[in-house]
C-alpha cells in the first residue's frame, strides 16, 4: 500500500511538474518528424497481463512497433531530436501516466514485449509476479543498451544470450530483497546516472 501511495503521488507531482516539459516535447517532435508525438507499444505487465507502454517518440514511423518488432541495435531510423530524447531518457517521461493509471510502478523489473517473455517463461513468470517499474538497477546498469546492441556482430542473439538472463537476474534479485528504502536510493541512483551522462 505504501509502495502504491508513493506511486500515485510522485507520479501525479512529476506530471504536473514536467507538463510544460511534456508540452514542449510534444511540440519539437511533431516539428522534426510529423506524426503521432507518442510511441505506444504492448508490453507484460502484472502477472503477465499485457498493457499499453507509453513513451515519445524517437524514430520515424513504423507500423510493426506496437506489435513488439525489435529494433535493437538499428539506429537508422532515430530522428534527430530522437537521439538527444534517448539520451537524456527523457522519452520515458510518458511512462509517468502508466504509473499514475496503475500498469507500472516508479520502480521495478522494467516490462518486456511478449516475444522476450515467451523466451524465458518461467524467469519471467516469477519477475511479473510484481508490477513492471520505470527503472531498477538493471536499467541503471544497461543504461547504454543502445551502444552494446549496435556493436554486436547479432544484436538480436547478443541481447537473448547476455543481456537478458543478466537482466532476469537482476530482477529476481530485486523482488527477493526490495524494500521502500531501496526503492528511494533505486530513484536517486537513476537521477544521478541521468545527469552524469
Known sequence: MLKRAFDILFSLIGTIIFFPIFLSIAIIIYIDNPGSVLFRQKRMGLNQHPFTLLKFRTMTVN????????????????????????KTKLDELP???????????????RPEVKKWVDEYPLQWKYVLSVKPGITDNAAILFRNEEELLASAAHPETYYKEHILPQKLAMYAEYINNHSFT????IIIKTIHSVFKN
Open 182 to 185: 531501496d526503492d528511494l536510493v
Open 63 to 86: 507500423s510493426t512497433s506496437s506489435n513488439g518488432s525489435f529494433d535493437v541495435g538499428d539506429q537508422s531510423r532515430v530522428t534527430r531530436f530522437g537521439r538527444i530524447l534517448r
Open 95 to 109: 511512462q509517468l501516466i502508466n504509473v499514475l493509471i496503475g500498469d507500472m510502478s516508479l520502480v521495478g523489473p
